[in-house]
């Protein structure tokens, strides 16, 4: 009898303990942790950081792990320089007056990274062949590694117009690791960005920011009167300055997410740096490791014309009554279009049977095709229609200023407001 009312009771028992054990927990769950509840929201819970390592940790690992890689690179310049014998003959009569030629001697120095195991290092182009003096010689080039080695080097290859370079070291039993490119399309806004080079000479230099932007358009001018116009680039509020150029931005991890090339010239703009994204990197070494060589050209097609939209002054001088097409203000002389007879004043009324309104699309269309290209020209020429084929040249990576300008009647920024600069 006695184990008969014992069984009931254990399982009554057994029962109860499961009920109670679920009450206490719904009630931990809705009370002591918060959980949701009817008409409750759920709580938002910080994740812990990867390893329980802090982003400045990550940072400073980032750092130490790379910046050994990382090069300040020197050089001579040997160029010539025009002497005005009457410094005031160009100005009242605006031509080049009598003078002479002297040779003259200055010290230049950049930034790069070592990209593989045999002594290849990635820098700018505009620091082993500045664009601002076509004619000058770079002489005793040097690498100066993080542990003071100082090592010759020559320039393997460069590609002007996406401003990239190869230089190499040879026989240097000492080189530091290759840093790896990152993946630069799969960047996010706002993720940290660091930038590592020579600053003003001085070495090992670091500077943090973030990722600003994707795809930006700058013209970079030159000293001798032109700009070269460049395109994806990555925008970054890491501070870029003289001296950086050509060494590297990465992200968190150490990898290199672009090359430091140019920063904004402004008083009145902060923080607005530009990088070469890795991906571009990537295909432009390739592209100089199996063509060695300078290469001054961009690859695009390049008819050689000035744009113009058409307003009412244009019309007024040309004669022209039509509402579409885009003006012909300038002819580069000798270009494609010079050899195809168009000339200042025409207006062209259709490409390849498209019609153009404005000055950025007909730009990006030629900029489409390839040197060699043909692009089939529908024009107005002095109150007559012509058709014209043109075969397109390549755009040099240096263009006059002139065909970088805004038209009259776009008020362009002050001059200290829009012109980057290459550090």
């Known amino acids: ?25 719904l ?21 812990m950081p990867l390893s329980g390592v802090s982003d400045q940790d990550r940072i400073v690992s980032a750092v130490k792990r790379t910046k ?7 050089e001579q310049i040997n160029g010539q320089q025009y002497i005005p014998t009457d410094p005031f003959f160009q100005q009242f009569f605006g031509q080049q007056g009598p003078g002479f030629v002297q040779p003259y001697k200055a010290e230049a120095s950049g930034s790069g990274f070592v990209v593989d195991d045999q002594g290849d290092i990635v820098t700018n182009a505009h620091v082993v062949q500045p664009p601002e003096q076509p004619n000058a010689r770079i002489s005793n080039l040097t690498v100066v590694f993080a542990n003071g080695d100082k090592v010759p080097a020559h320039v393997v290859a460069a590609n002007v117009g996406a401003d990239v370079a190869l230089i190499k070291v040879d026989n240097y039993r000492k080189l530091p690791p290759p840093l790896s490119l990152a993946d630069s399309d799969r960047l996010e806004q706002g993720q940290w960005a660091i930038a590592i080079g020579e600053p003003l000479e001085l070495q090992q230099t670091v500077t943090v920011g973030v990722v600003s932007g994707f795809d930006r358009q700058e013209p970079i001018p030159t000293e001798n009167g032109s700009e070269i116009n460049f395109k994806g680039l990555l925008q970054t509020s890491a501070p870029i300055n003289p001296g950086n150029s050509g060494g590297p931005l990465i992200d968190i991890d150490g990898q290199v997410i672009g090359v430091n090339q140019s920063t904004v010239k402004s008083a009145y703009a902060q923080g607005i740096g530009f990088a070469i994204p890795s991906n571009t990197v990537k295909r432009v070494v ?3 490791m199996a063509h060695p060589g300078i290469h001054q050209g961009t690859d695009t097609g390049f008819l050689g014309i000035l744009m113009q939209q058409l307003n009412a002054g244009f019309k007024n001088q040309t004669g022209y009554q039509g509402d579409a097409g885009i003006g012909v203000r300038e002819v580069v002389s000798g270009s494609p279009a010079d050899q195809a007879g168009i000339s200042p004043g025409d207006v062209i009324v259709q490409v390849d049977g498209k019609t153009f309104n404005d000055l950025k699309s007909l730009h990006d269309y030629i900029g489409s ?13 002095q109150g007559m229609k012509k058709f014209v084929a043109v ?17 009259p009647e776009q008020q362009a920024p002050p001059e200290d407001q829009q012109q980057p600069e290459q550090p």
């Open 1 to 25: 009898m006695a184990r008969n009312r014992i069984l009931p009771t254990l399982i009554v028992g057994l029962i109860g303990a499961v009920i109670g054990s679920f009450v206490m927990m």
């Open 286 to 288: 390739a592209d100089l």
């Open 369 to 381: 095709k390839k040197p060699g290209d043909t692009i089939r020209l529908n024009l107005w020429s």
């Open 68 to 74: 050994s890689s990382v090069v300040a690179i020197t």
């Open 27 to 47: 009630y931990a769950n809705t009370h002591v942790f918060g959980a949701a509840g009817p008409g409750s929201t759920p709580p938002a819970f910080a994740a």
């Open 391 to 407: 075969k397109l040249g390549e755009t040099p990576a240096a263009q006059p200023m002139t065909q970088g300008q805004q038209q």
